[in-house]
């Protein structure tokens, strides 16, 4: 079997048997294209769902002006002006930049049910959502810093 004709197969059967279409990004590689680029840690994180030590980034103490960016990909994803020291050990946010990310429920952890956050442009695994943080949004993006590129500067 051609190894199109096989992937098309797989495809559709995946469609078929669970309804879910896998997503298509606008920032695509292979698993090989994206370990070169990200490194071990940062792979870790942005492809398979990881998490760095608390307390680890440096991102934590960053408090100048300017954009973080998906490592990934490049994509503008907060702005420094919704930052904010949260204690709980990783870059917090209460909001994201328009259409910077997408959300999956995440059950990995027995009896506790949380929100991923996913680069809207290449998938890439960022952190999670709670609903703990400060208004005006109630949101707390507590996000990897590894996941994270900080450009210092006008804040987007």
């Known amino acids: 079997m051609k190894r199109t004709h096989f992937i098309v197969s797989a495809a559709a059967a995946l469609i078929a048997t669970t309804g ?11 698993d090989a294209e994206w370990r070169r680029i990200l490194g071990p840690d940062r792979y870790a994180i942005l492809r398979e769902n990881g998490t760095e030590p608390a307390n680890s ?20 994803l907060f702005s420094s002006r919704v930052k904010y020291n949260s204690g709980d050990g990783w870059p917090s946010f209460w909001t994201v930049l328009p259409h910077a990310v997408e959300y999956q429920t995440d059950h990995e952890l027995i009896g506790e049910v949380r929100t991923e956050v ?17 208004k005006p949004t109630g ?16 804040a987007a």
């Open 139 to 154: 949101w707390r993006y507590c996000i990897d810093g590894l996941s994270l590129r900080f450009v210092p500067g006008h």
């Open 20 to 30: 879910f279409a896998p997503k298509r990004y606008a920032v695509t590689h292979s």
């Open 57 to 76: 980034s440096p991102l934590i103490g960053e408090h100048r002006p300017g954009t973080y960016y998906c490592y990934g990909c490049h994509q503008a």
């Open 118 to 134: 996913h680069c809207s442009r290449c998938g890439g695994h960022l952190g999670h959502r709670f609903d703990d943080g400060p």
